[in-house]
Structures are given as structure tokens and as C-alpha cells.
């Protein structure tokens, strides 16, 4: 079987995964035709650098190369997405504490939720601001808070907005004291932030020190073994 017949079996079988895909409407943020346009175009491009590294690859291994490639540009765009979404997740979390605290102040001085969330809108920036943004959106449009507040969690999933959203809802049927949990849930948060970077920082010493040992070293070592040898007649004259 040529190359060209198997990039054309690739490229069809790619087609009928990305179809399948459009009929279960599996996508997140991007609007799925902009997600499908990306998968195809990431094979089409892998299949065209396959056509390339094909050819030169060593024996067997180049029908290997003719299948990952065009596979990894197909998979390229969900994973991007991917790490997009972790990053903009982080950056929300990130500024939580800080809103919650503001939240809280306002929640001490009388005011309900839904008027703190329009005041962290309108004066935050970042994902959380976006987020907040929508959800004032909907209280203009006339939805009520509870159901705007249950839009914002399903958005934004895990458990940092899940805790805010309930621990409003608690204050206003039980009425229960918001600021104080506020400020609870934002202590806790900055908490579980300081342990995740002392946990990411001892993961990267050993790194730090597998670089010192694999790298610096070796190179100290050539170094001084350079000026041993350039220095040789000199420092054996006498011998």
C-alpha cells in the first residue's frame, strides 16, 4: 500500500470520527464547528508533515510515523482546549479569595448577594469578573437568584463556586450570617493555595537537583578537564 493511499484511509477515517463527534455534540467553549474545523485542519496537517518525515523514518518505523501523525494533529486541538481550560480554571480560583472578602464586607453592611455580585462584576476583571458578569445578566433579565446562582455552578464546576452558591442559599433560607462563612471559605482557599505551592515546590527540588547533577556538573567537570589538558606540558614538565 503507497503512502498516499494510506494518508487518504487516515484522512477518511478521521473524517468519520469528527462526524461522529458533530452527531454527539461533545464540546465545552469552542462552538463545535470551530472545534471540528480545528481537528481536520491539525490532520490534514499532520498527514502533510507524515508525507515528509515518512519517507526518512528507519525502517518499519515509518508506518508509524505515518499513522501518530496525522492522529496527534487530529487530538492537537482538544488538548489545547484542555489547557486552556485548566488555565482559565486556575485564574479564576486564583482571584476567589479576594472577591469572597469583598463579598463579605458587603454582606456586613446589609446588602444581599445579588447587589455584591453586581458590584464584584462590575469593578473585577479576569475569568471570575466574566463569569459574575453573566450571572448579573440574568438577574437583569429577570431571573431569580437562585437560578442564576445554579447557572453560575453548573459553569464553573468543582467546589470552590459550589461552596459560595450554597452558603448564599443557606443565609438566605436560614438566614444564617453569609460574612462569616464568606470569610471562612476565603481563608480556606488561600490555605489550599499556600499547600499547593509548597507541595509544587518540593516536587521541584529533586527536579533542580537531577538538572545540577546531569548538567552542571558534567560541565564544571569538562571545563576543568579543558584546562588540564591545555595546561598538560606545562604541569608535567618536570616529570
Given at each position: 500500500?503507497?503512502?498516499?493511499?494510506?494518508?487518504?484511509?487516515?484522512?477518511?477515517?478521521?473524517?468519520?470520527?469528527?462526524?461522529?463527534?458533530?452527531?454527539?455534540?461533545?464540546?465545552?467553549?469552542?462552538?463545535?464547528?470551530?472545534?471540528?474545523?480545528?481537528?481536520?485542519?491539525?490532520?490534514?496537517?499532520g498527514s502533510l508533515a507524515a508525507l515528509v518525515a515518512a519517507p526518512a523514518a528507519p525502517g518499519r518505523t515509518a508506518l508509524l510515523v505515518a499513522v501518530a501523525m496525522p492522529v496527534a494533529g487530529f487530538l492537537a486541538p482538544d488538548a489545547l482546549r484542555e489547557r486552556r481550560q485548566r488555565r482559565h480554571r486556575q485564574r479564576l480560583i486564583a482571584a476567589l479569595p479576594d472577591a469572597l472578602d469583598l463579598l463579605a464586607v458587603s454582606a456586613g453592611s446589609g446588602r444581599g448577594p445579588a447587589a455584591g455580585i453586581e458590584q464584584l462584576a462590575e469593578a473585577g476583571e479576569g475569568p471570575l469578573a466574566e463569569e459574575l458578569r453573566l450571572t448579573v445578566a440574568e438577574l437583569s433579565c429577570g431571573v431569580p437568584l437562585g437560578t442564576a446562582l445554579d447557572s453560575l455552578r453548573r459553569r464553573v464546576p468543582g467546589s470552590e463556586l459550589a461552596t459560595l452558591v450554597a452558603a448564599i442559599e443557606r443565609s438566605r433560607e436560614l438566614g444564617s450570617p453569609l460574612a462569616d462563612q464568606l470569610r471562612r471559605q476565603a481563608s480556606a482557599l488561600r490555605l489550599d493555595s499556600r499547600r499547593a505551592i509548597e507541595e509544587r515546590a518540593a516536587r521541584a527540588a529533586p527536579k533542580i537537583q537531577l538538572v545540577v547533577a546531569l548538567v552542571l556538573v558534567p560541565s564544571v567537570l569538562l571545563m576543568i578537564t579543558a584546562g588540564l589538558i591545555a595546561n598538560a606540558e606545562s604541569l608535567f614538565a618536570g616529570f
Open positions: 500500500m503507497s503512502d498516499a493511499a494510506l494518508l487518504a484511509g487516515l484522512a477518511a477515517l478521521l473524517g468519520a470520527a469528527g462526524a461522529r463527534e458533530l452527531l454527539r455534540g461533545r464540546t465545552l467553549r469552542l462552538e463545535l464547528p470551530k472545534l471540528l474545523f480545528a481537528k481536520l485542519a491539525g490532520a490534514a496537517g
